[in-house]
């Protein structure tokens, strides 16, 4: 690597950390010592080449070994070749997938950018580099600035954050832009009306956006109840039901087609007739695969609950009250049905439209298909997430509990990243070709954008901080508010330079005295699915699913792969033959809870989803809440043997503190079973060879690579190749 401003061939900072790894694996803690042996590496070479100034593969690797050995760092020496080896695998593997990765990226984060975002020619061959890829996604959004100086500058600060995966913008900017299809946006919300005409419209407009690979968020509350009357054919309605069926058939074709895998949110009024026939839709599996669907809660309605009232069922047709029913016989039935399969979710929507930034412009009565973003009809919201493992630096000192150094938040470079992220967000909105023109309108009038983070869970563990615990949560409202306040002041400047959304007299900014504002809302906690994967992180502000996961290797074989902090800690118990057995149960388990060998410390730190008590995932999603403009998607997860009481808890708890919605999972409901760590009550079978697992899955798991899917975010997703049921 060339350093500017030198005219060597070889950066020493670079040195120092690859000899200070290699020496950590071997227990090696001297770090001054790390920094003697890379200036004698870089004598050497300056000796051995004084006039070399351009790289040459493996002449810097030979140095570094050839001083090792002098030096006497046998051991050290060894651990870097070792790695050396690794690496020169690596590049066999990724050889393989017949792509050229400049950034360096590990395998599984290729093989995803491979499927998702690469441009590809007729014939599915891969026509650019991973380089190349993020140098088209930042030169396209560069386009949205006024003058070419403000371009260049912005293509190369949107360029650094995306390679250094400090920040990835959503799906679809990541695969679109820069390209003939330039829709970029990741969520809609169409209306739905009364009648035959605007019903079959909106399932058009629908397909049409499904075909670039956006979800879409339809509240059916106006539609008339089962059996009402229609005037004009002297019959009766089929209800929202039916017309579910309809949406859903329409999406199932769209895919068969070609079309990418998308998928629709449904939201109904708590208040509408069909109400129970709605929660009850998915009684039989496999039944709307293409539709996700919530009850629109009001806070009326959760107090007729608590006092166990009766709750007033009204016709949207005519207005009137058909029916009287308890209040909580729906809460119950609703949470039931959460319980047996995970649908259906609730959508708070006097929350939701509190926060409203535009209630002039109309309510907020559907949100979009993983429930994050509140949305009008025809809007659309792109999204984009900061990666908060990049966001943090050494402290200086060590934990009192375990022997790896201090991590703090940088705070400095955090603010850097949010300003210019919310930068690169907006420009989306200035380049994107929405496929309607309405959608169109409507967008740019408002202008939300939906910054948020991923790698919540990583960083807790690298800050020594329990997921469930007060001090999580106090740093997840600190974190978040830090997030949205300079996001905001961010767009205040964009507003000051650029313009204000126009939509900005009359709205929530300007009654809060607010002068300019480019954005009505800016920050949002989406899905990360597959760039959380691309970044090799955690997603969202979820949890750890797992301490292991198989991932896929070339030839197809499945090997286990550790939480990397974790086996870390684990180097550090000096196990012995015991250390193999000890990664074994893990991989088994999925967990370290149960693991004898494993302090109680660390099983406080190295907690997964389902280590944790269902109200604790509550707790969090409200924290990220109290400070975000749109929505927090997050699953809350329970074990297999929680009850239809647990639901309720965690339904009446998320109300309570504020969360614009929530979605359940209990662990085992569905016949695919969509979290499977480890080999218990699965249909897997392991066979150990040279101390790796082979692993054949079940063949209708992954459609991919067989690999679990796991619910993240209310969607399904494969850790090991990338696939995602959203795509989104």
């Known amino acids: 690597m060339k350093v500017k401003g030198s005219a060597t061939f070889f950066d020493t900072a ?10 950590q694996s071997v ?3 001297d770090k001054q010592l790390a920094d003697k042996l890379s200036q004698k590496v870089a004598a050497f070479l300056k000796e051995k080449y004084p006039k070399r100034q351009q790289k040459v593969d493996g002449e810097v690797d030979d140095a570094i070994e050839q001083v090792l050995m002098e030096e006497g760092h046998i051991n050290t020496a060894r651990a870097f070749i070792l790695k050396r080896k690794q690496l020169a695998d690596y590049r066999k593997q990724i ?3 017949g792509i050229k990765d400049e950034l360096g990226l590990p395998y599984n984060s290729v093989v995803v950018i491979k499927n998702k975002y690469l441009q590809k020619d007729e014939l599915g061959k891969v026509t650019e580099s991973t380089n190349e890829w993020l140098l088209r996604v930042a030169k396209a959004l560069a386009k949205a600035e006024d003058s070419e100086k403000d371009r260049q500058k912005a293509e190369k600060e949107f360029y650094l954050v995306m390679s250094s995966l400090e920040f990835l913008p959503a799906g679809r900017t990541l695969a679109n832009a820069g390209t003939i299809n330039g829709q970029l946006a ?15 419209e909106a399932v058009k407009d629908s397909s049409i956006l499904k075909k670039n690979g956006g979800g879409v968020g339809f509240s059916f509350s106006k539609i008339r109840p089962k059996g009402d009357f229609i005037a004009t054919t002297t019959g009766s309605a089929c209800g929202p039901v039916a017309l579910m069926k309809i949406l859903d058939s329409a999406s199932e074709i769209l895919l068969q087609a070609g079309g990418r895998r998308s998928g629709n949110m449904v939201v109904l009024s708590v208040s509408h007739p069909d109400v129970l026939e709605f929660i009850s839709c998915k009684e039989q599996q496999n039944v709307l695969n293409q ?8 806070d009326k309605f959760m107090d007729s609950v608590v006092k166990n009232k009766d709750w007033a069922l009204v016709n949207p047709r005519t207005g009137r009250v058909v029916q009287k029913v308890s209040a909580k016989s729906i809460f119950e039935l609703a949470s039931y049905h959460a319980w047996k399969n995970g649908d259906p979710g609730m959508i708070f929507l006097d929350r939701i439209n509190k926060d409203n930034p535009t209630p002039h412009v109309g309510p907020i009565e559907a949100v979009n298909l993983c429930g994050e973003q509140p949305l009008l009809p025809y809007e659309a919201c792109n999204l984009g997430s900061i990666n908060l493992v990049k966001m943090l630096k050494v402290s200086g000192s060590k934990y009192k509990v375990l022997s790896n150094e201090k991590y703090e938040v940088d705070w400095e470079k955090l603010e850097r990243t949010v300003r210019v992220a919310t930068r690169m967000l ?5 380049v994107c070709r929405y496929p309607l023109a309405q959608v169109d309108r409507v967008v740019k009038a408002n202008r939300k954008i939906g910054l948020g983070v991923m790698g919540w ?5 690298k800050m020594c901080i329990s997921y469930d615990s007060d001090e999580s949560l106090r740093l997840a409202e600190k974190l978040m508010k830090f997030i949205t306040d300079t996001s905001h002041d961010e767009s205040q400047k964009l507003g000051r330079k650029k313009g204000s959304f126009s939509n900005f007299p009359g709205s929530l900014w300007q009654k809060k005295g607010y002068r300019a504002m480019r954005n009505s809302t800016c920050t949002t906690i989406a899905p990360t699915g597959s760039i959380s994967m691309t970044a090799g992180v955690s997603s969202g502000i979820e949890p750890l699913f797992a301490l292991s996961y198989f991932k896929q290797v070339m030839g197809g074989m499945k090997l286990p792969e550790i939480n990397k902090e974790l086996l870390k800690e684990i180097e550090k118990l000096n196990l012995g033959p015991q250390k193999e057995e000890i990664i074994e149960e893990i991989v088994h388990q999925g967990s370290v809870q149960q693991v004898n060998k494993i302090s109680e410390t660390l099983k406080k730190v190295f907690v997964t989803a389902m280590d944790i008590d269902p109200l604790w ?4 999603q409200a924290a990220f809440q109290k400070y975000t403009d749109n929505a927090v998607s997050k699953t809350i997860n329970l074990s297999q043997n929680a009850t239809t009481k647990d639901v309720e808890k965690a339904f009446l708890l998320a109300h309570k503190l504020g969360c614009k919605g929530i979605t359940v999972y209990r662990d085992k409901s569905r016949d695919l079973q969509v979290l499977n760590v480890g080999f218990q009550g699965s249909k897997v079978s392991p066979s150990v060879v040279n101390n790796k697992i082979n692993v054949i899955l079940d063949p209708d798991s992954c459609p991919n690579c067989q690999g679990k899917l796991v619910r993240e975010e209310g969607c399904l997703n494969c850790p090991s190749c990338g696939f995602s049921a959203c795509s989104v």
């Not at 670079?14 to 020496?23: D, G, M, P």
């Not at 907006?426 to 200035?430: E, F, H, K, S």
């Not at 995932?617 to 969090?620: E, L, N, S």
């Open 14 to 23: 670079e040195i120092l950390q690859q000899i200070f790894e290699a020496a």
């Open 27 to 29: 227990g090696g803690k």
């Open 95 to 97: 050889s393989s997938l």
């Open 186 to 200: 990741n969520c809609f919300v169409l209306p739905l009306e009364d009648n035959v005409e605007e019903i079959f």
């Open 291 to 298: 539709i996700n669907y919530s009850l629109g809660i009001s």
């Open 426 to 430: 907006d420009n989306v909105i200035t």
């Open 457 to 461: 869970a990583d960083i807790l563990v």
């Open 617 to 620: 995932h509550v707790r969090m």
